[in-house]
C-alpha cells in the first residue's frame, strides 16, 4: 500500500551572480577583443563614462601604476560615498520585492553562458559575402541565386557542406518555404563547389583534397596524389603506406612525392581566406602581458594600452539620489528602476575589468616565477614541466580559472612572443630521476632527425636509442606519438636518393 507524505531535504547549489558571470567572460577576452567589448558598453550605457572623474569623493577609475599594478585607490571609501548605498535613500520604497526589475530576472546563470560572446562587428568582406558574390558570375536563375544564397549559410566554420541533399531540400521547405527538386538542389550545390577557395562546401575531407588536386597542372605526381585519395584514401588515413605501393605499383619515392602533393592541401578551406578584415586582425597578435628586466629582476607589465579609464556617471548617480525627494508613483518608480539598473551595470562592469586584471597580473607573475630560467635565456630545454594545476595551487584560483586566463594570451618577451600555452606542458623523468619537460624530449627528437644522414634515416627504435643514450628513455610508442606531433614522416618516406 503507497503512501503521501512530505519530505524536507536540505541542499547545496552554487549560483554565480551577474557580477561574476561578467568576470568569467573578461577573463577570457584578450586585449584586442577587452578593448572593443569596452567600446560597446560605453555606446550601450550612459551611467558608464571615459576618463578621469571631475569629483574625486566617489571614484572608480581603473588607473595602474607603471608597472601595471592596481593600486589601492580607496575604492571602499568610495563606495561609501556611493548614492546606491546612501543611508537617507531607501531604493527598497520605490521597488518592492514584488517589482523585481525584469533585468535581474533575465541574469540567470547557465553553462552555455560562460561560452556565449558578442562578436565585434568589423567592416571587410567576409567569406561568406565573397561567395554570394561568385554567385553572380554564373548563369543560375533569380531563384537559383536566393537558394544558393540560403546553402552558403549552411557551410561551416571549416568550409565544409556536411548536409545531404534530402537534408537540404527539407531545410529550405521549413525554414523558406520553397520547394525544389533533388536533382535541382544538387545542381546549386554542384556550382557552389566551383567557387574559390577551392575545397569550398565539400561533404567531407576526402572530396575536399581531390577537388584542390583537380584544379593543379595534371602532373604525374598530381594524378598518383588523386589514385591515392580517391581509390585508397581509408588504407592511407591509417598510414598503410607499404600496402597502397604494393597494390599501385609504383616506387617509394614516387609515394613519397605524392604524399607531399597531398600533406600541403588545405584540409580547411575557409581557413584559406584571408581577405576580411576581420581575418586579418585576427592573425595580428597583440601581447597582453611584456616581460621586462629592471636591476637584473624580471617583472610582468600588463599591457593597458586599449583601455580605457572608466568611472560610473556622477550625473547618474544624482539623478537616482533625486528620486528620493520625489512622489512615490508608478512613473517614479520605473525611472528608478532603469536609473539602478544602468548603474549597477556599470559598477558590475568596472568590477569585472579591475578583478580580469587583477586576475591576469597574478596568473602571469607565478607563471614567471615557474618558468624564470626560460625567461631568462630563452633556451626551450629551460622549461620545466608544468600543468595548469600547479599555477592553480600557486595563485588559489580554480584551474578553470587559470585555463580561461591562459586562453588567447600573448607574453611578449626579449626572445618574441609567446602563448601562455606555450608554458604549459606534461612531466617525464630521465635517467637521473629528474623530472623534465616533454618538449625538450621534442626538440630533442627533432634536432636528431635534423642531423641524421638522410640516405639513411633514423628508425623508430633507432630514436629510441639515441633518446636512450642522452638520457631520455622513452617507449617506441611515445616516439612515434612525438614524431607525428612535429610533423616528421616515418624513416622511408624521409629517405631520400
Known sequence: ????????????????????????????????????????????????????????EWTNDLSMDEEGYMPDDGLDDGRQRDPLQNEDFNYEQYVSDDETPSYMLRQQYSPADEDRREVPIIGGSSLIEELKAQIYLTKMTKPQRHIAKWVLGNIDDD????????????????????TVTDAEMEDIVRQIKQFDPPGIASANLQECLLTQLSRKPQTETVQLAQTILSEYFEAFSKHHFDKIIQK???????????????????????????????????????????????????????????????????????????????????ENKQAAQFIKQKLDSARWFIDAIKQRNETLMKTMTAILKAQYDFFLDGEETSLKPMVLQDIADRTGYDVSTISRVSNSKYVETRFGIYPLKYFFSEAMTNAEGDEI???????????????????APLTDEQLVEALGNN?????????????????????RLRKTL
Do not use: W
Not at 292 to 308: C, K
Not at 437 to 447: A, C, D, M, V
Open 159 to 178: 568550409g565544409y557542406l556536411r548536409r545531404t541533399t534530402e537534408q537540404l531540400v527539407d531545410d529550405l521547405m521549413f525554414q523558406e518555404q520553397l
Open 437 to 455: 619537460s616533454t618538449r625538450e624530449i621534442k626538440k630533442i627528437l627533432q634536432e636528431l632527425v635534423d642531423a641524421e644522414d638522410k640516405h
Open 1 to 56: 500500500m503507497q503512501s503521501i507524505g512530505l519530505n524536507q531535504t536540505l541542499t547545496q547549489t552554487t549560483k554565480l551572480s551577474p557580477a561574476q558571470i561578467q568576470v568569467i567572460r573578461m577573463l577570457e577576452l584578450p586585449s584586442i577583443e577587452l578593448g572593443q567589448r569596452i567600446n560597446e558598453e560605453l555606446q550601450e550605457n550612459p551611467a558608464l563614462e571615459e576618463g578621469h572623474e571631475e569629483k574625486e
Open 471 to 491: 638520457g631520455y628513455p622513452i617507449a617506441r610508442r611515445t616516439v612515434a606519438k612525438y614524431r607525428d606531433v612535429l610533423g616528421i614522416p616515418v624513416a
Open 248 to 330: 599501385i605499383g609504383c616506387t617509394d619515392e614516387q609515394f613519397q612525392a605524392a604524399v607531399q602533393e597531398i600533406v600541403h592541401l588545405n584540409q580547411k578551406p575557409a581557413n584559406a581566406f584571408t581577405g576580411s578584415v576581420y581575418e586579418t586582425q585576427r592573425q595580428t597578435v597583440i601581447p597582453d602581458f611584456t616581460i621586462e628586466e629592471r636591476d637584473e629582476e624580471l617583472y610582468v607589465v600588463l599591457n593597458t594600452g586599449d583601455i580605457p579609464e572608466l568611472h560610473v556617471s556622477r550625473e547618474y548617480s544624482d539623478m537616482l539620489e533625486d528620486y528620493s525627494a520625489m512622489p512615490q508613483t508608478a
